[in-house]
């Protein structure tokens, strides 16, 4: 008597399977296709908001947004491993989009070149359209 294995979800089904294994085995699928639908915004590239946004990445979430008004500087080099000095003077938003997108092409990812603290001033629902929002070195002054 011989058995078959069970039926497959399809070639795009398997790799998506095979990609995230290892946390469809901590968390199950529901958690993963929660995690699949999941709206990020990340408010400043700092390099704990940048580490935290490229877990996510990695584990697959739907989409992302970057809000950030900053250029590249030298500052950013030492600390932030997703940027070069290659990228001196460009929008750190758009640098840190582009280099996250080539990690999971699953991933759709966008920026806004402003500062957060401005952009919610002028559109405080920005916001609204998002699962989980990111702030790091975010002036809580009144």
């Given at each position: 008597m011989s058995?078959?294995?069970?039926?497959?979800?399809?070639?795009?089904?398997?790799?998506?399977?095979?990609?995230?294994?290892?946390q469809?085995?901590?968390?199950?699928?529901?958690?993963?296709?929660?995690?699949?639908a999941?709206?990020i915004?990340?408010?400043n590239c700092?390099?704990t908001g940048?580490?935290?946004?490229?877990?996510?990445?990695?584990?697959?979430?739907?989409?992302?947004?970057i809000?950030?008004g900053?250029?590249?500087?030298a500052?950013?080099?030492?600390?932030?491993?997703?940027?070069?000095?290659?990228?001196?003077?460009?929008s750190?938003?758009?640098?840190?989009?582009?280099?996250?997108?080539e990690?999971?092409?699953?991933?759709?990812?966008?920026?806004?070149e402003?500062?957060p603290e401005?952009?919610l001033?002028n559109?405080?629902?920005?916001?609204?359209?998002?699962?989980?929002?990111?702030?790091?070195?975010?002036?809580?002054?009144?």
């Open positions: 058995s078959s294995p069970p039926p497959s979800g399809g070639p795009a089904q398997d790799s998506k399977a095979k990609r995230y294994d290892r469809i085995r901590i968390w199950g699928t529901e958690g993963q296709q929660r995690l699949e999941s709206r915004a990340l408010l700092s390099p940048s580490e935290t946004l490229k877990n996510l990445v990695l584990g697959g979430i739907a989409s992302f947004t809000v950030d900053q250029k590249v500087e500052r950013d080099l030492g600390n932030n491993f997703l940027i070069d000095s290659s990228r001196m003077g460009r750190r938003a758009q640098v840190v989009t582009d280099l996250l997108k990690m999971n092409d699953s991933v759709s990812g966008s920026y806004v402003d500062a401005d952009l001033e559109h405080p629902q920005f916001l609204d359209n998002f699962d989980l929002v990111i702030a790091t070195q975010v002036c809580g002054c009144s």
